[in-house]
């Protein structure tokens, strides 16, 4: 059973261009997390979606950012006109359902440079 | 809202010697707690969690956490590190009405040989 897949592991972007992260979900889990980790951070979370539907966008920054999880495919992060203030690790995490009492599981990261 | 802190940012310790982590936590309610470690440049590894029971925890890879309700801590701890032990440690905590985990800034640990 693959785990939560995330592709690309590490993309350089200038600032300016759109940076596209992708996330597969562990086979059988239908909620799906993003978080960011700042250098020297911890991870904050971002944006949480269902099939189709997002359900709590509280993290995600005003502008630039979005996030979508069709109803085939894997979930996508996009971020517009990336600043240098973007680069970080992004980590996308699954669980079986939303209910916090199950554990969820993190995929092995995207790093995002912008220069 | 629930808050995680990490107050040690960095340790190091011998390779075989005892190590112990410092998690506190702010939340009104009994909490999910969990502990992650990070090797460096990869994803986030589940040590251990927990929910309720028995506040003492053991995990992967040898270590163990104790859940101390008074004090609002949730100390992770191994009896003897390994050199595959140095990353980064992150202490997580989450509500049981909320799917969000707050995470603290993490430890680093150092093993030296």
């Known amino acids: 059973n693959a785990g939560v897949m995330q592709n690309p592991r590490h993309l350089v972007r200038r600032r300016g261009q759109e940076a596209r992260l992708r996330c597969s979900p562990m086979k059988g889990h239908s909620h799906v997390y993003w978080y960011r980790q700042l250098p020297e951070e911890g991870l904050k979370f971002m944006v949480y979606l269902q099939k189709e539907n997002i359900i709590d966008e509280s993290g995600m920054p005003k502008e630039r950012f979005s996030a979508e999880f069709p109803k085939e495919g894997p979930s996508i992060l996009r971020i517009q006109q990336v600043v240098r203030g973007d680069s970080a690790a992004y980590f996308c995490?699954?669980?079986?359902?939303?209910?916090?009492?199950?554990?969820?599981?993190f995929g092995e990261g995207s790093w995002l440079t912008v220069v | 809202a629930q808050s995680v802190t990490q107050p040690d940012i960095h340790i190091t310790v011998s390779e075989g010697a005892s190590l112990e982590l410092r998690c506190n936590y702010s939340?009104?309610?009994?909490?999910?707690l969990f502990w992650y470690v990070q090797s460096p440049g990869q994803g986030l590894q589940l040590l251990l969690k927990y929910f309720s029971g028995d506040t003492l925890v053991q995990g992967i890879k040898g270590f163990e956490a104790e859940f101390k309700r008074s004090q609002s801590s949730f100390n992770l701890r191994k009896p003897s590190v390994h050199w595959s032990d140095a990353a980064e440690y992150f202490c997580a905590v989450g509500a049981h009405s909320d799917y969000k985990l707050s995470f603290g800034a993490g430890t680093t640990v150092t093993v030296r040989a």
């Open positions: 995490a699954s669980s079986e359902d939303g209910h916090s009492g199950n554990t969820i599981y």
């Open positions: 939340y009104g309610a009994t909490p999910y």
